[in-house]
């Protein structure tokens, strides 16, 4: 069995993850305003783009994809067409998980002269979110990390090794980049222990739940806020039939919009016999995932698989939307994804005695 290593890790003081917050919506609502002066100035598109990457990952703000996309609008009006717009309509599709259109846009970019490093770099995060030679890639990461020690590419590095099933090798390297940071800012850290929770409490083959559980509440105390973090950490107490603890993580973020929130809210509710608001939640959940799936299918098609698989029920769209998922990115985790819903599907459509929806595809 692979035991996760002590939690013990020295970090550098950050500023208050409320604060923190604050600043980002100031930082991000300031860089719309730079844009829609100038849409072609120098960094500007980049920068809007980079805040609502971090709104979108650490405060669960699924908006912000609709919101990239008016910024691509507003290129194509404005005929940018230089290795520039190339590499930042790359970014915006690689966000989206919409890697063949965001490869294609590399392709331009590097024709059009855009510089190699920053080519090269995004090239590298799109073949490790496709599960593409990752072998190759491995040496590729470190090289990186080694020549730069840049907290990026250790996260990076770590995920990759993730990835690879060496957890106890990501493990170390997650630490070492939480050990290595030297800035104030609550957000690396806050993702870093967000991502040892998910080493430790899904992706591991012997899950270390306690483990999980404490990272989950590092990353939290340094961003309240943080969504990801509180729904995988009220996944793990409603598990162990802590309800009220798991719907205490899940009240302050229900305004934020993501399906998820309202989805594990709603099972929450109906495990506590409150039926009724349970209903509604549910309702709420089911209707926001069938928006964000008609607006950004790629890059919610494996969230979207996981909830029709469970209390959305619906086997049948599960599997459809596992598929389309692997189809994109065919990671081990994706492939073992559509592996286990169909597996499932089966398993119901012969308690039921009806044609297996597997089957029938």
Not at 48 to 76: C, K, P
Not at 162 to 174: H, I, K, P
Request: hydrophobic letters at 45%.
């Amino acid at each position: 069995m692979t035991t996760v290593e002590g939690l013990d890790c020295t970090v550098m003081p950050t500023t208050g993850g409320e604060i923190a917050i604050i600043n980002l919506e100031s930082a991000r609502r300031r860089s719309w305003s730079k844009f829609f002066e100038n849409p072609t100035r120098d960094e500007a598109a980049e920068t809007v783009i980079e805040h609502e990457q971090l709104t979108l990952q650490l405060v669960g703000d699924v908006f912000a994809l609709d919101r990239v996309d008016l910024l691509l609008a507003q290129l194509v009006q404005c005929n940018a067409a230089s290795a520039r717009a190339m590499l930042i309509r790359a970014q915006a599709a690689s966000m989206a998980h919409r890697f063949s259109e965001a490869r294609e846009y590399l392709v331009q970019a590097e024709i059009g002269g855009a510089p190699t490093a920053d080519v090269d770099r995004l090239r590298l995060n799109i073949d490790q979110a496709c599960g593409s030679r990752l072998d190759s890639l491995l040496d590729a990461r470190r090289r990186v990390a080694n020549e730069n020690h840049a907290l990026e590419d250790l996260v990076a590095l770590g995920s990759l090794l993730a990835d690879l099933r060496d957890f106890a090798a990501a493990d170390r390297v997650y630490k070492e980049a939480l050990r290595a940071y030297q800035d104030v800012s609550p957000f690396p850290v806050a993702r870093i222990w967000f991502l040892l929770g998910v080493l430790w409490g899904e992706l591991a083959r012997e899950p270390d739940f306690y483990a999980a559980t404490q990272c989950y509440r590092r990353a939290i105390a340094v961003l309240p806020m943080y969504t990801k973090a509180r729904v995988h950490l009220a996944e793990i107490y409603a598990s162990a039939r802590s309800l009220d603890e798991a719907e205490a993580l899940l009240r302050p973020i229900v305004t934020i919009g993501d399906p998820e929130v309202d989805w594990r809210l709603a099972d929450i509710l109906a495990a506590q016999r409150k039926f009724e608001e349970s209903e509604t939640r549910m309702n709420a959940a089911r209707s926001g995932f069938d928006s964000l799936l008609e607006r950004h299918l790629l890059a919610f098609a494996d969230h979207g698989a996981e909830f029709y698989a469970g209390s959305g029920n619906d086997w049948r769209r599960a599997l459809q939307l596992a598929q389309i998922n692997a189809d994109n990115r065919p990671t081990l985790r994706a492939l073992e994804q559509v592996r286990n819903i169909a597996t499932s599907a089966r398993n119901m459509a012969a308690a039921l005695q009806l044609p297996s929806a597997a089957a029938t595809r």
